[in-house]
């Protein structure tokens, strides 16, 4: 962060009464405390977000993947990511955003990426072929392929993704083997969806899954149930050590959907955030 951008973020901080965030050895907080946990609350928001068990690992592999993009190269941003035992490829910054954003889904069953192959008719009757970049199936089974473009290639899309509708979004397996139905819809994501902001909330929240504390998040969820109306994420770091495993707790909160932005955008400590 720039010098600048540091000076005009301690600046925010200040007016909303959040200046010990931006330097903590300095004065003491305007919220003199947060509320005391209760033991009650304690023992039933621990029980209820108690950790799942971890199975047992299993290789990575590319589930239905019809194709392999290459190795990153010096001058691309082809990747890959991991959800739960599957690769997800990545062949360009916006479709990492998108992969990485469809990981928080919290009614999210399976994720793939590079399927399906779906085939398309022209207006000359000529058939042609489009590989999807992403499939997610919901827990309620509901099974959607997604096409990831930028904004100025939307037109162009919808009128490609309505072909593939029309023909009944009929997959091309191995050997050619048409499936008709192979997926319920057909989902178009931009850079306008798919933002940076987008991305950076998303990564802390798949961080929080790992990495949080089940102790400190029954402690805040109860902190957060007796506060009034609207709060800042700041206030939350406030009165409390070590502020890193809070700040976890707070955005393990968010994944759960226990505690939400008021509004969009990207969160840090001056976003408002309400109980749920």
């Known amino acids: 962060m720039r010098h600048t951008h540091k000076i005009a973020k301690h600046l925010y901080l200040k007016r909303a009464g959040l200046r010990e965030l931006s330097f903590p050895n300095g004065s003491a907080s305007t919220f003199d405390q947060l509320p005391v946990p209760t033991s009650a609350s304690y023992l039933a928001v621990s029980g209820s977000m108690a950790a799942k068990p971890r199975s047992a690992w299993h290789e990575p592999d590319h589930g239905l ?6 190795l990153k190269q010096a001058k691309t941003t082809r990747g890959h990511t991991f959800y739960r035992d599957t690769v997800i490829y990545h062949e360009s910054g916006l479709e990492h955003r998108v992969s990485v954003v469809l990981q928080t889904y919290r009614g999210l069953a399976r994720l793939i990426s590079q399927y399906p192959k779906v085939e398309w008719i022209d207006e000359d009757g000529e058939v042609h072929h489009h590989t999807c970049d992403y499939f997610i199936e919901l827990l309620d089974g509901t099974r959607i392929a997604i096409v990831v473009k930028y904004e100025r290639k939307r037109a162009e899309m919808l009128d490609l993704i309505e072909r593939i509708c029309d023909n009944g979004v009929t997959g091309i397996g191995k050997g050619g083997k048409r499936s008709v139905g192979v997926a319920d819809a057909v989902a178009l994501v931009t ?5 940076q902001e987008a991305f950076e909330n998303a990564y802390f929240l798949l961080s929080s899954r790992s990495h949080h504390d ?9 902190i957060v149930q007796q506060l009034p109306g609207a709060f800042r994420f700041g206030q939350l770091l406030l009165n409390c050590w070590p502020r890193a495993k809070r700040r976890t707790a707070i955005w393990r909160l968010l994944d759960l959907g226990l505690i939400e932005p008021v509004n969009r955008g990207l969160i840090d400590e001056l976003s408002w955030l309400r109980a749920t």
Do not use: K
């Open 65 to 70: 993947a019809v194709r392999m993009p290459a």
């Open 191 to 195: 850079n306008a969806q798919a933002t």
């Open 214 to 222: 089940q102790a400190e998040c029954a402690v805040l969820y109860d």
